[in-house]
């Protein structure tokens, strides 16, 4: 990377700075314009992989036309009352309303439950339906289902096509309400870090704009590489652009104001600091980029989406960090920084302030430290133990939208699979003895014909458990074992057999993923640092801060959100954000410290790099946690988990690991941290005297 990073500073100069942000606006505003639409993933199928024998099933039934129609179910209810003959009386009337609703062809029906204190109304629409345009009959469905109804009577739609729309209109202005609230979060930030009445508007308009020509980076990507993008997604690749293009931006004008106290010139000042900083932020950007790549060999589809789209995102961030954002700020003369404007011969607060005392005292007290910071760790590791991964389709909301609410008054009065059933496709001259079979299993509450064809016979299987519980799964398995044993070549699909699926792949891809975004993450270490000490220490101190805050969070999320428990995905994207974004900050610490020990001892060094990087490596931590954290604006427990564990652990990292315990396991390795470098072994490097730094890189 030597050749490109010292390419970039020739890119500031007088002229040069005006001409690259004139380019940067008109090509900005071109891809702007294009209005690039993205390949939007399907709803109900964004966490299966393809080849799954849930997602083959519902292909063969797709085939064979068994599959034509799903139904969106009516379910009245008087809260837990017995239903009175008038309700019943209102019920057979609103029949022929909604027949006036199914899809061409296909009869309603009614369904009473055997405690007399609900009722549910089927009514089949075409499964060929778009996503996009299920909104309008769902909606017709409710306004007919709850006109005229006797007071107490209440009616609700759920079923697939209902969770379907109230999953989409979760992310309606989305992205506008996450932008807004992340745009005033980093705003209000940077004002505080800066506390400069203008100085934050250029690196906020510089990544604000990043944001805005990724989506449209990401949309045409769709278009050439086949991925897609939904909600969940495009939140989460915001969320990076934002936050790691913040933090790009804040190390760089950290190095840019500590270069204007030792030059004149401010575009001289401008190329030394890319010059010293550039390295840093590409290892710190590569490493996110690569991490997220590893989610390409994910079986989820979701998990593929974020990654590619997240690696487009942090790569059109850091472009801008590192040549949009450098021409932007010489554009401006020294008041930029006003009223803190820095001056030729300034003294550098960074060497005497607060954390230039923090730095001495860990160092004084490497072992206190190391020990009492290991014990907090250990702590907060605890309750990560018992954490529990999978939520239904009840429990994705944080707010219960009616499908839900309906979902759950359905679950109550009727066998819990009645709205979703299992189906099993085996050969037609196995159908009786696979029904046969399958109505003995265990949790299995009825079984009748669904449909035939091409020499495949198609069975609906009603479960009593709770829809992707753990109870579903396991007659799921059991179905499994017993249609493939009865006829081989069986497949068992339906909304159950897709969460089984689902969960399984998750289970793969954190056994294949985790281990590979490990090694990514240390061969990238190695490379940049020449030291397996420095690289073993930093991958622990990031995969433990990760521990620590998957189980504080998890007691937040128990105690505080009453989460029942993390959703699939949450596990390997918390983590994969937290060790890729995580070992930022050592990266940032740990090359000042290597170029500081080519003049002084390991000690001191450690202790001037934290003294220098920690104000604006703090600052940036806190952004990206604040960030992270907005996720928590969409009401999706997916994302808010995200936010949380992301945000926490983050803080976590800044505040103690970074700051605390990295240093002093520093101090206490001594220059045995640097081996097998040229450091490790330098006999110079004890003797010396603690002159002034050099200029290196943040």
């Not at 059933?421 to 079984?447: F, L, N």
């Not at 790099?609 to 931590?621: D, M």
């Not at 700051?659 to 072994?681: D, E, I, K, M, N």
Request: with cysteine; net charge negative.
């Amino acid at each position: 990377m030597g050749e490109p990073v010292r390419s970039l500073p020739h890119l500031v100069g007088r002229r040069l700075s005006r001409v690259v942000v004139l380019i940067a606006v008109i090509l900005s505003g071109l891809l702007l314009g294009a209005g690039i639409e993205a390949q939007e993933a399907d709803n109900s199928t964004a966490n299966l992989p393809t080849d799954a024998e849930s997602a083959v099933a519902a292909r063969v039934q797709e085939r064979l036309g068994t599959a034509e129609f799903t139904p969106a179910i009516v379910v009245f209810d008087r809260g837990g009352d017995d239903l009175t003959d008038e309700d019943r009386d209102v019920v057979q009337r609103k029949l022929s309303e909604l027949q006036e609703l199914a899809a061409p062809g296909q009869q309603v029906f009614p369904v009473l439950a055997e405690d007399g204190q609900a009722a549910f109304v089927g009514v089949p629409i075409s499964a060929e339906t778009p996503e996009e345009e299920l909104a309008e009959p769902v909606a017709a469905l409710r306004d007919a289902a709850a006109e005229g109804l006797p007071e107490g009577l209440r009616a609700q739609v759920t079923g697939g096509p209902a969770f379907i729309v109230d999953l989409s209109q979760v992310f309606d202005g989305a992205d506008v309400r996450l932008l807004a609230v992340t745009a005033s979060v980093v705003a209000l930030l940077l004002l505080l870090t800066y506390r400069s009445p203008w100085l934050w508007l250029v690196p906020l308009s510089v990544v604000g704009v990043a944001d805005q020509v990724a989506v449209q980076v990401v949309a045409a990507a769709t278009q050439v590489f086949g991925f897609s993008t939904d909600g969940a997604s495009v939140g989460i690749t915001s969320v990076l652009v934002f936050g790691a293009g913040t933090n790009y931006a804040l190390l760089l004008i950290a190095r840019y104001r500590e270069e204007l106290r030792l030059v004149e010139d401010r575009y001289d000042a401008m190329r030394r600091a890319v010059d010293r900083a550039a390295p840093a932020i590409l290892a710190s950007s590569g490493t996110v980029v690569l991490a997220l790549l590893c989610l390409g060999l994910a079986d989820n589809p979701t998990s593929r989406n974020i990654g590619f789209g997240g690696a487009l995102g942090i790569a059109t961030a850091v472009g801008y960090a590192l040549l949009v954002l450098p021409a932007a700020m010489t554009c401006f003369g020294r008041g930029l920084f006003w009223p803190f404007v820095p001056r030729v011969g300034d003294a550098d607060p960074t060497r005497s302030g607060l954390w230039a005392r923090v730095g001495h005292a860990v160092t004084a007290r490497p072992v206190v430290v190391a020990v009492a910071g290991t014990l907090v760790i250990l702590v907060c590791v605890g309750p990560a133990l018992g954490v529990k991964v999978g939520l239904s389709e009840t429990e994705q909301f944080r707010a219960e939208p009616e499908a839900v609410t309906g979902q759950l008054v359905l679950a109550e009065h009727f066998p819990a699979g009645s709205s979703q059933p299992t189906t099993v496709i085996v050969a037609t001259e196995d159908r009786d003895r696979v029904e046969s079979g399958v109505a003995r299993v265990q949790g299995v509450q009825r079984v009748e014909s669904a449909g035939e064809g091409e020499g495949s016979a198609v069975l609906s299987v009603v479960l009593d458990a709770e829809p992707a519980s753990a109870d579903a799964f396991a007659v799921v398995e059991e179905i499994r074992a017993v249609a493939a044993q009865q006829s081989p070549g069986a497949l068992v699909g339906g909304p159950d057999a897709e969460a089984l699926d689902a969960s399984d792949a998750a289970a793969r891809d954190q056994l294949l993923i985790i281990p590979l975004i490990l090694v990514v993450v240390t061969l990238v270490l190695l490379v940049l640092l020449r030291s397996v000490v420095a690289a073993a220490i930093l991958v622990l101190t990031v995969v433990a801060t990760y521990g620590a805050s998957l189980g504080a969070s998890w007691v937040a999320f128990r105690t505080f959100f009453d989460f029942p428990a993390l959703d699939l995905s949450v596990p390997l994207l918390g983590f994969l954000f937290l060790v890729a974004l995580g070992v930022d900050y050592n990266i940032f610490l740990i090359t000042r410290a290597k170029e500081e020990a080519e003049e002084h001892e390991t000690k001191e060094a450690i202790a001037t790099a934290l003294a220098v990087t920690g104000g604006v490596i703090t600052s940036a931590g806190v952004l990206l946690a604040a960030v992270f954290t907005v996720l928590g604006v969409l009401p999706l427990i997916t994302l808010t988990q995200i936010g949380v564990i992301v945000g926490f652990g983050v803080l976590l990292d800044t505040l103690l690991v970074r700051s605390v315990l990295v240093p002093a396991l520093v101090t206490l390795l001594g220059r045995r941290f640097w081996w097998p470098g040229r450091l490790s072994h330098d006999g110079r490097q004890d003797g010396r005297q603690g002159s002034p730094a050099g200029h290196v890189a943040d």
